[in-house]
C-alpha cells in the first residue's frame, strides 16, 4: 500500500512557518524543497505501480530523498 506523496509541511508540520518564510527568502532551501518534492512525486507514482524501475533505482531515489529531507530539516532547525 502507498503512504502517498507528503508536501514538506506535511514531514515537518511544526515549522510550517519556517518553511514559507524559507521558501520566500532563500534559493538554495527553494532549490532543495523543489527536489524533495520532485523525488517524492517519483516514490509515489512507484509505488503506485505507474513505474516500474529497477530495485537499485528505487533504492537510490529513496536515499536521495532522504539526504534532501535531513539536508532541509538542519536548515529548518538553523
Request: hydrophobic share 35%; glycine share 6%.
Amino acid at each position: 500500500m502507498s503512504e502517498g506523496h507528503h508536501d514538506l509541511a506535511h514531514e515537518f508540520p511544526e515549522h510550517r512557518e519556517r518553511i514559507h518564510a524559507l521558501k520566500g527568502t532563500n534559493g538554495h532551501f527553494t532549490r532543495l524543497m523543489n527536489d524533495y518534492h520532485e523525488v517524492s512525486k517519483e516514490l509515489h507514482a512507484i509505488q503506485a505501480g505507474s513505474k516500474t524501475p529497477s530495485d537499485e533505482y528505487v533504492e537510490q531515489r529513496k536515499k536521495a530523498r532522504l539526504a534532501l529531507l535531513d539536508e532541509l530539516f538542519a536548515m529548518l532547525r538553523s
